[in-house]
């Protein structure tokens, strides 16, 4: 797995769209802070970029990768290699380079600006945590559809729907239930409900660094216990961990049952 | 050598391959032909594991392939579409593949016999078919495997290298190895194979040499028996 | 003792008579074993000198002009049998005490301190701890408290006492002291021309500050941080409020401050910094909110009920959840001048000032106060695309409520 790993990788860092995703991160970085010059404003347009962008990046990349290395994946079938090992070799490769453009072109930037002289940076790391998750799991979603949709166009479509509803229509329908049922007590609804969504869970995490005192104001004993204490940091990540494993390991089960 | 009991293949509601049966030993250039859509290529990856079958047993050098990917390493194989990684110059895939199989192999005896030492630091998404599917043999012959698959090795490629292509062959059927090949070109077929597997709606129609098949058929030449196989087919 | 005595009489034959105050020394070893006897024995203006060491009194009476001074930190414990020191008279100094363990009771304020229809007091450089109420001005006008420490360790409000208490006092000052873990840090009740600055009220049950019912007061340069509620202003008017912080004041009903029916009021130069809630207003017209920085809060500005003629010119809304909400479509304030860290408008002609009027009020603090659970939609991209079109074209919120001129940089 590590070999295909490698390659996978090698293979992303010649492409030119590794670069893209770096430079556009960077330019991003850049412009925030100097257009700017407020490291906590740009730490919150960052968290937009992340919670939208990251998503919808990782899907297509994802998904495009998937079907451009069609032959390539064939020639691996071919070699004495473990199934599993070629898909997740080449989603780490993906994911990996992804996280890599996120982390450095977001990071190099923050880093010359002096980002570690301030209090800022424990916000900063857990954006980077948040994206690199996002990355991991939208990537893991888009090798998923990639591989259960011989059809490119079919695929892509799939992908560009799925980043959309859990991007924006699913926070819709969340909202219309919430003021719908609005009579009952909807915090472990709403809690659980986050917990479904991932964009809204890395959204949720960002929520306990930069809104904490909104959030503290709400009277909800379920929702005080979340926030307030050190639960809602350890039940985000682990939820985000199962977001990512969970694809992931359906990846390699359907990789093992598919025909090439 | 190769031995396949019971095989079925269905692709949602195309059945592919039924009941299939099927022999390969000792060494020879055995020719898997049929009628387009007639699951030579499926038949083919069946063997490879890159098509999980519906039920059947398929051994190879008896052990099954179920579960099992270590058996490739005793197996070359010639894709049908030779489509690269583009990023990717031929010198570093012929080290990567290199690099997956860690066996021996001669790939500069082959880069010499077909030319390509010009190609080796070009990116594969530059060269032009032919050259790709030069590229593709010498990743299928580098390496010392007793069972050759080829599908269609002969596409894209001018007279000079086919000619090269099949001393190649030749000379590894000499060295007791088993070459299993799909091919549309009938004469390369006549010229070449010691046996012939036609395949006809998923199942062997014929397995035998060239003079059985002219027998079976009563005709004279290859190229005509082949196509009396098909008329005879759909007449029934 | 008699031999005491001689000397004490030798003493004030000779300085007593010539209006030199004496002073008269409190410690185990000494003539004077403790300070009620201490009381007793001086005369008006005397000074009582008490020295390091443990006394167990309480319903001390400083019925005279007296000045009680502790050296080296003497320690009065009351164990919790009562109030410890009563000042009935005017002219009291009490300094350097460290007084503990004041009774609680369900049905009399025991304080650590009261003064009580007094006037000139002095009450400085005194620590309490395990107290009920620690100093209760009564009545008592002219005076100041300055420099106290008072550390409390209350866990519920309705057995926990308040630090300094003031009722029916007017003109006092109260000035650097630092007041944590009580009821509610400093409390003021129907009392005028109060002066509170440089305190440090923190982590207090209920309020850093309170105000009831006390016109023309001045707070300047505390800071009241981590109060279960903040700081609460209510039915006063005239009050000054200047370059105080309000910090990490968070929970349900919790701000920075809440103003109730306060009228004419200037609040200038403070900082509201993480808090729920930065400013709560309810029924306050004519106050004017200037160069306040408003920084990292849940609601900045959070406006319930009639509130008319205010004013909010030069404030810097910084990063805050919420820059205001309202609950009503009237508005009668004004916002102008302000740096709102959430602008994205441009400045053309480089004058300093957006050229797209900023509009303050979101959509989406609506949706909250009407479903708080909603609130975990925050910064959401649907909440964003709704709050945008909100702002294109208003519907729910007062049409008339923006900054026209939002400046585009941090006002200092």
């Known amino acids: 797995m590590l070999k295909i790993l490698k390659y996978s990788f090698y293979d992303l860092m010649r492409s030119r769209w590794s670069y893209v995703y770096f430079l556009f991160y960077l330019a991003l970085g850049f412009v925030l802070l100097f257009l700017n010059n407020d490291l906590s404003k740009a730490v919150i347009t960052l968290m937009n970029v992340i919670i939208v962008l990251v998503p919808l ?94 059809n490119k166009i079919k695929g892509f479509g799939y992908a560009v729907l799925l980043w959309l509803f859990l991007a924006v229509i699913y926070d819709g329908l969340f909202l219309m239930s919430l003021i719908l049922f609005e009579e009952y007590p909807l915090d472990s609804f709403s809690l659980a409900a986050t917990m479904f969504n991932p964009i809204d869970l890395s959204r949720t995490l960002i929520l306990l660094k930069l809104d904490i005192s909104a959030l503290l104001g709400y009277t909800g004993a379920i929702f005080k216990q979340f926030f307030g204490t050190y639960t809602g940091l350890t039940v985000s990540i682990t939820t985000l961990i199962l977001w990512t494993v969970l694809p992931i390991w359906r990846l390699s089960y359907k990789a093992k049952r598919k025909d090439f | 050598m190769i031995q396949i009991e019971n095989l079925y293949k269905k692709f949602g509601k195309n059945q592919v391959l039924s009941n299939l049966d099927l022999d390969i ?35 190879i050098q008896g052990s099954t392939i179920k579960k099992n990917w270590r058996y490739r390493q005793e197996i070359n194989y010639l894709p049908q579409i030779a489509n690269f990684p583009g990023n990717l110059k031929v010198k570093e895939l012929i080290r990567m593949i290199k690099d997956l199989r860690q066996k021996d192999s001669k790939e500069k005896d082959l880069i010499r016999l077909f030319d390509l030492d010009s190609f080796l630091d070009k990116k594969l998404s530059t060269l032009s078919g032919g050259t790709k599917q030069k590229v593709n043999i010498v990743l299928t012959f580098m390496f010392d495997s007793p069972l050759i698959i080829l599908d269609e090795p002969t596409t894209g490629l001018d007279p000079g290298s086919l000619i090269k292509l099949k001393e190649l062959l030749t000379q590894e059927k000499s060295k007791g190895k088993t070459i299993l090949i799909t091919t549309h070109i009938m004469q390369f077929v006549e010229e070449m194979s010691d046996e012939i597997v036609y395949l006809l709606e998923g199942n062997i129609f014929f397995k035998g040499n060239v003079e059985q098949l002219k027998t079976k058929t009563n005709q004279t030449d290859f190229e005509h028996a082949i196509a009396a196989i098909a008329t005879r087919t759909s007449d029934a | 003792m008699y031999k005491y005595q001689l000397h004490l009489l030798f003493f004030i034959f000779f300085m007593g008579t010539s209006l030199w105050a004496k002073t008269i020394e409190v410690c185990a070893s000494c003539e004077v074993k403790s300070i009620k006897e201490g009381i007793a ?38 164990e919790d049998r009562g109030e410890i020191i009563r000042v009935v008279s005017d002219n009291v100094t009490v300094d350097g005490l460290y007084i503990i363990n004041v009774g609680t009771s369900y049905t009399t304020d025991y304080a650590a301190i009261r003064v009580v229809k007094s006037e000139n007091f002095l009450i400085q450089n005194v ?80 309020y850093g500050l309170h105000f009831m019912f006390s016109n023309d007061d001045v707070y300047t340069g505390n800071t009241f941080e981590n109060n279960g509620a903040g700081v609460a202003v209510m039915f006063s008017k005239g009050i000054k409020m200047e370059r105080n912080i309000f910090k990490r004041n968070w929970g349900t009903a919790a701000f920075g401050m ?95 000032i957006g050229d797209v009027p900023y509009r303050p009020v979101k959509l989406f603090s609506y949706v909250v106060n009407r479903t708080p659970e909603t609130i975990i939609l925050l910064r959401s991209m649907f909440m964003d695309i709704i709050d945008f079109s909100e702002k294109v074209s208003p519907v729910f919120t007062p049409d008339n409520l923006l900054d026209a001129m939002p400046l585009m940089k941090r006002s200092e």
């Open chain 3, 41 to 78: 024995l001086a005369t008006d203006f005397d000074t009582l000198l008490i020295k390091k060491g443990t006394y167990r009194e309480f319903n001390i009476v400083v019925d005279k002009p007296l000045t009680l001074i502790g050296e080296n930190c003497p320690i009065i414990d009351g």
């Open chain 3, 258 to 352: 809440l103003l109730k029916e306060i009228n004419d009021a200037e609040i200038i130069g403070n900082t509201f910094e993480e808090n729920t809630i930065g400013i709560n207003i309810e029924g306050s017209n004519r106050i004017v909110y200037k160069n306040n920085n408003f920084i990292s809060n849940g609601w900045a500005v959070k406006v319930l009920g009639a509130c008319y003629t205010n004013s909010f010119i030069n404030n810097n809304f910084l990063y805050n959840s919420f820059d205001i909400s309202y609950n009503s479509k009237l508005n009668d304030n004004v916002f102008e001048k302000n740096y709102w860290s959430n602008y994205t408008g441009y400045d053309l002609d480089k004058d300093g």
């Open chain 2, 25 to 59: 030993h000792g060494s020879g250039i055995f020719a898997v032909l049929g009628p387009n859509g007639s699951g030579k290529t499926t038949l083919i990856k069946c063997i490879l594991g890159m098509v999980v079958p519906s039920s059947g047993e398929i051994e």
């Open chain 1, 57 to 150: 990046i990782s899907t297509i990349f994802g998904v495009m990768y998937f079907y451009n290395s069609k032959e390539f994946t064939e020639l691996l079938l071919a070699q004495p290699l473990k199934r599993s090992s070629i898909f997740l070799g080449q989603y780490l490769g993906v994911a990996g380079s992804l996280t890599l453009s996120l982390v450095l072109g977001l990071g190099l930037p923050f880093v010359l600006y002096g980002l570690f002289k301030s209090d800022t940076i424990w916000d900063f790391s857990l954006l980077l945590i948040t994206g690199a998750f996002l990355t991991l799991i939208f990537v893991a979603l888009a090798f998923n559809i990639a591989i259960s949709n011989e």
């Open chain 3, 127 to 206: 620590v309490l701890e395990k107290l009920f109420f620690g100093i209760y001005l009564e009545r008592s006008n002219n005076g100041k408290v300055y420099h106290n420490k008072i550390i409390g360790d209350a866990l519920d409000e309705y057995n926990s006492g308040n630090g300094i208490q003031l009722w029916y006092s007017h003109h006092v000052q109260v000035d650097r002291n630092i007041v944590q873990g009580v009821r509610d840090g400093i409390y003021l009740e129907f009392s005028d021309n109060i002066a509170i600055n440089n305190n440090i009220s923190t982590n207090n049950l209920r």
